[in-house]
């Protein structure tokens, strides 16, 4: 409570709308609304492998909360902030996301954009009081150990093993996998990210997107931009409020969204 106490005697209204603008980078909004643009706009093979190892680590986050559950520290919150605290997923999927990008796009400037960002996000969990220093290094040491080993040894070994297989068999595993921890974890966040995989990995498979070249030229992918995210809002707001609120259809959103950012750029490409 030491950290938090000194973190939050220096409070006031405008350090706290700072570090709440921070913390947004660790929400799961944020990934829904900027993880497609990596996607459309950059460089799908890149953007792949980012989704492929953050998804499954906050999935990883979820269950280890479920694991120790460890309670969040009392009194000082300055958001409402439910669940389990260590490790804390803010940390964990900020590590994942930025060091990742700093091993895909290696540039000095982005080595230094992911550490910033990484210290950021976390010291904003410290500092809105919904996380204990603990939570926080744990959730870091777990994100640099899942990039370091997603990295060397399992992304590339898993894509060359499937590269020889039928796109039948691809999307058979891919469902026998995400029914799998579906059925063993149903809890509401876990059934998100993993609707958002299976969906998205179907159509990847289905339609062999990576093969279709992104559109090229400033107002193609102004075009991808605004149609893609009237897609994202229409599918993630409009479904919630018509279908009614059930695991089931939650996953069908949720995979509904998946299949939406892998088809656009093929479906841009085809016109």
Sequence with gaps: MNTINFLQSIQSDGLTSFFKFFTFFGDKEFYIMVLPLFFWLWDKDKAVKLLFILMPSLLLNFWLKEIFQTARPLGVALIEQGGFAFPSGHAQGSTTLWLMLALLIRKKWMNYLAVIMIILVS???????????????????????????????????????LSAKTAMFKMAVLTIIILFFTIIYPADDAVTILAVLWGFGIILIYFDVMKSALPQGILWKLIILIVGIIGVLLIWKGLKAILPPTEITRFLRYSVLGAWIAILPFIIKQK
Excluded: A, M, T
């Design 123 to 161: 010291l904003s969990r410290l500092y809105l009081g919904v996380h204990y220093p603990v939570d926080i290094l744990g959730g870091i040491l777990i994100g640099v150990l899942i990039v370091l080993v997603y990295d060397k040894y399992l992304f590339d070994n898993f894509k060359e093993i």
